[in-house]
C-alpha cells in the first residue's frame, strides 16, 4: 500500500487523466462511452489497498475531474466523495477477490457516480430538455469501465507490484 503523495500514485493519476482527456474520446460513438479510468484507480484503492485510502483517492479524483470538465465546480469532487465513502464501507462487507463483487461493485460505483453527477449538473443547470440518451450513455460508461477494470487492475498491481509472493510456510497450507 502506498502513502497517496508517493510518486507511482501521482504518475498513475496523472496517466489516468491523460488517458480520460485526451484518448478515450476518440472511442467515443453514438451510445458508446469509453471506460473512465480514473474511476478505476478510485475502485483499485477501495479493493486492493482495503479501503485505507479510498475517501482520500475520490477527493483527489473528484478534483481532477473537475478541473478538467465542464461542470459546477465541486460537483464531481462532493459526488465521487460521497461514492468512494460508501465504495470503501461496502467493500469492507464482501469478498475482495472475486472477480464478479468487483465487476459488480464496479458497474454499481460508475453508474451511481455518473447517474448523481448527471442529475446534480441538470439540477444546477436547470435544463428543460428530457431525452434517453443520459441514461444510455451512463449504463455504457458504467459497463465498458466494468470491462476493462480486469486488465487495469492486473497492469496496476504490477505497477504498484501490490502482489506479495508466498512464504515458504503458505505453500504447503
Known sequence: MYRLVSGKVICSLGLCL???????????????????????????????????????????????????SFQPLGLETIVLGLASFVLAFVVQKIDRESLVNRFLACFVFVLSVSFLVWGLARFLVSSSEISWYPVTACLTLALSTSIVMPVFFYLISWWFKDHEPLKQYELFG
Open 18 to 68: 491523460a488517458l480520460d482527456v485526451s484518448v478515450t474520446p476518440l472511442f467515443r460513438f453514438d451510445f458508446f462511452y469509453p471506460p473512465v479510468f480514473l474511476y478505476l484507480l478510485v475502485l483499485y484503492t477501495a479493493f486492493v489497498w482495503q479501503g485505507r485510502h479510498t475517501f482520500e483517492m475520490g477527493v483527489g479524483v473528484g478534483l481532477l475531474k473537475d478541473l478538467v
